[in-house]
């Protein structure tokens, strides 16, 4: 700060100007697919502030800045800048705004069920084991469960153990709830025929082969193949969709009556569901059927109407698959009908018996209505759930 003035030939009159220092400060974002920086390029006076705008694509949110800036509401404030700065804010992914989240909030979870001898009409969310040992959260009643994905509205059964969400097909929300009308299977004279992959054979062990598709695994595949790219990478291909086909009352055979376990539990008896699954009768294709015991958990009840559970009902009030019964992936006999032994599955009913669980030859009409799970990191990005507000959302 000293300043010379040389050799001086005359008097001189003249002033000093005074500027404040001034410093760029330059702000970048770690990762632009998950948030990006407005203003980030300024120039500041010695020992002002600079105001940062933060904004978080969808899913994500701020975590940090190594700018020693204080954020609030997405507003980063650098203060007090004595020097240049570069410096960069970190965002990363929002699990509170995940479709599993956001419904587990929406419904706190009450805990397992005590009993499932009898409708339950409650609307909640509720705990089970699944499969592989991992709590699954799932729904009752007729919550606002419904979600918009891949041009059509859908209701979640649950929250798969793994944090995938589980989903069924309620098309437009109205009574075409289904993709199609045919049998389960084009056969019912062999037990294999239950079976979603199935081969023939003289025994179970042999059934379980799995080298032929059931004719509704086939719509359903028929379906699924028509989904594009973009909506395929919202699914998770890795969860298990359950055909079980154990057998806990009699043996099995050709040319006997025996029930499937699905059929003990629920057609003798009214005991709880599961979720447990034998590993030749757990399938991962990306797609299946709603399971006889995601009905029981949903509040159904063999030969028992409930008409006010979700699975049932439209957005309108009404049923969600119009005149038609849908077909389960649960077996639950091979038994003698009419003049023969034959196949039995789990079905819903809906003329006479709304809302039922009950069972029907393999070989009669029903209407298909997929199921498919999305993955755990889908996010939601509006709605709330209802038949008119579903749940949108975007995978990032």
């Known amino acids: 700060n000293t300043m010379t003035i040389s050799n001086i030939t005359a008097a001189k009159t003249c002033t000093v100007t005074y500027g404040i220092n001034q410093y760029a400060v330059t702000v970048t974002s770690t990762d632009t697919n998950k948030g990006t920086i407005s203003n980030g390029s300024q120039t500041i006076n010695h020992g002002s502030n600079a105001t940062i705008t933060l904004s978080p694509k969808a899913g994500y ?3 940090s800045n190594n700018c020693g800036g204080t954020v609030s509401t997405n507003t980063m404030t650098i203060s007090n800048i004595t020097s240049a700065k570069t410096c960069t804010v970190t965002f990363v992914f929002d699990e ?5 989240n956001t419904i587990k909030t929406a419904y706190p979870s009450r805990g397992a069920r005590s009993s499932f001898n009898a409708v339950y009409t409650t609307t909640a969310m509720h705990e089970i084991a699944d499969y592989d040992g991992k709590t699954s959260y799932y729904l009752t009643g007729n919550p606002n469960n419904w979600v918009s994905f891949a041009g059509k509205l859908w209701r979640i059964i ?6 995938s969400v589980r989903l069924l097909y309620a098309g437009t ?3 075409d709830g289904y993709i199609g009308i ?3 299977n084009t056969r019912t004279n062999h037990p294999a025929y239950v079976g979603w992959k199935y081969t023939l054979g003289g025994s179970l062990a042999a059934n379980r082969e799995n080298s032929t598709v059931s004719n509704a695994y086939s719509k359903v595949k028929t379906w699924y193949d028509t989904l594009s790219s973009t909506d395929k990478a919202y699914i998770n291909t890795n969860a298990v969709y359950c055909n079980d086909r154990n057998i806990t009352s009699g043996r099995y055979s050709t040319s006997e009556n025996f029930y499937y376990a699905g059929g003990t539990r629920f057609n003798i008896n009214k005991n709880a569901p599961t979720l447990s699954c034998h590993a030749q009768d757990q399938f991962r294709d990306g797609f299946g059927l709603m399971t006889a015991d995601e009905v029981v958990m949903a509040g159904g009840l063999y030969g028992t109407n409930n008409a006010s559970a979700y699975y049932y009902l439209n957005k309108d009030g009404g049923s969600a698959t119009g005149i ?3 077909i389960t992936m649960t077996p639950c006999s091979f038994r003698w009908y009419t003049d023969g032994l034959v196949a039995h599955m789990f079905y819903v009913a809906i003329s006479g018996h709304i809302g039922q669980l009950d069972s029907i030859v393999i070989v009669g009409n029903s209407s298909i209505r997929p199921v498919v799970s999305l993955k755990s990191t889908v996010l939601v990005t ?4 209802t038949g008119n507000s579903p749940y949108t959302l975007v995978n990032p």
């Open 382 to 385: 509006g709605g709330n759930g």
């Open 324 to 326: 038609y019964c849908w």
């Open 182 to 184: 045919a049998p389960y």
């Open 61 to 63: 949110k701020y975590s």
């Open 173 to 175: 929300g109205g009574e």
């Open 96 to 100: 509170s705004k995940t479709l599993a």
């Open 158 to 163: 649950r929250v798969n153990g793994d944090g």
